[in-house]
């Protein structure tokens, strides 16, 4: 399994990112794609997560309304739109998965993944 996050930059606040997130690899059974976050000194955060083929989206309260996770298997990708963005978005966003369909409860908990992209800065300038 092989993910290649991309799509970061600088923004101004209020601007707007799209971030993709292409995979290969996936054999047979589910594979759900989920975008983190990580701002300098602070823990990996779970924002959003989009699954395999059932349509499930999860996104987090504090992006949600400006953040959109969407998916095309015919194209490998998983994208996140960022609207509004903010500075507290600031960042290295990735992505990443697992095989198996996860209960909501563990659906953006960082040590359920086993495979991720190599993360994308974000950069939202005040």
């Known amino acids: 399994v092989q993910l290649q996050a991309s799509g970061g930059g600088l923004v101004q606040a209020g601007g707007s990112l799209t971030l993709s997130c292409g995979f290969s690899?996936?054999?047979?059974?589910?594979?759900?794609v989920a975008w983190f976050r990580q701002a300098p000194g602070k823990e990996r955060e779970g924002i959003a997560i989009?699954?395999?083929?059932?349509?499930?989206?999860v996104v987090v309260d504090s992006v949600k309304g400006r953040f959109t996770i969407s998916r095309d298997n015919a194209k490998k990708t998983v994208d996140l739109q960022m609207n509004n963005l903010q500075p507290e978005d600031t960042g290295v966003y990735y992505c990443?998965?697992?095989?198996?369909?996860?209960?909501?409860?563990?659906?953006?908990?960082?040590?359920?993944?086993?495979?991720w992209g190599q993360g994308t800065q974000v950069t939202v300038s005040s």
């Open positions: 990443a998965t697992r095989p198996g369909r996860l209960a909501l409860s563990a659906a953006l908990d960082a040590a359920q993944y086993n495979f």
């Open positions: 690899g996936f054999t047979s059974g589910y594979y759900g």
């Open positions: 989009i699954g395999d083929r059932d349509g499930r989206r």
